[in-house]
């Protein structure tokens, strides 16, 4: 089985976890990146693990080998990062809450079904 290429958005409170499973993982997964735009949480982030880390968004978009992501940002950032991935044709695993309304849930879910990602 080849690895799948990954990255982790969000490197606040929910982050540890979440690279903690992604590394158990290690023979399936393999994270490309770890993205904050805050300097200071990337390079706290990059002092626990070792694992490539980047304030550079565009790059992960950009970047075609990437299959999924992982939004673990606050809920009302949620649907613009979801547009873009979606996009760009990555799967998303979303932290909890979906989006910070209702209504932005409802969209985001409607924008993903409709952009049809595959994992590649």
């Known amino acids: 089985m080849s690895r799948r290429r990954v990255a982790i958005i969000g490197l606040g409170m929910a982050v540890t976890p979440h690279a903690k499973s992604l590394l158990d993982l290690a023979d399936r997964v ?14 706290a982030f990059a002092k626990e693990f070792a694992i490539p880390t980047t304030n550079d968004l565009d790059a992960i978009v950009a970047d075609k080998s990437i299959g999924a992501v992982l939004i673990l940002t606050p809920p009302w950032t949620h649907l613009d990062l979801v547009r ?9 695993l979303l932290e909890k809450p979906v989006e910070a309304t209702t209504a932005r849930a409802i969209e985001l879910v409607d924008l993903y079904r409709r952009a049809g990602s595959r994992w590649r």
């Open 30 to 43: 393999e994270i490309a990146a770890a993205f904050s735009r805050s300097p200071e949480r990337t390079a």
């Open 84 to 92: 873009r991935m979606a996009g760009a044709g990555k799967h998303i």
